[in-house]
């Protein structure tokens, strides 16, 4: 990442709104992909016990079935 640390999307959407220089907002454009498919990344790998994934399933059945 050039020795920065990598900035929150919110942020970088934030600053994309507002820059006038074409070369830098094509710079932080790419930059927020990265942000955003790193968050991507993360919330799609999130690990789950399949024993917690049957639990809420068999629990939601109750509430929706009795």
Request: aromatic fraction near 8%; charge should be negative; charged fraction near 35%.
């Amino acid at each position: 990442m050039g020795g920065h640390k990598q900035r929150d999307w919110r942020e970088l959407c934030a600053a994309v709104t507002s820059e006038p220089d074409s070369k830098k907002l094509d710079s932080m454009v790419q930059e927020l992909i990265r942000a955003l498919d790193q968050g991507e990344r993360e919330w799609r790998h999130a690990i789950y016990s399949p024993d917690a994934i049957g639990t809420n399933r068999e629990a939601t059945k109750e509430v929706f079935y009795g």
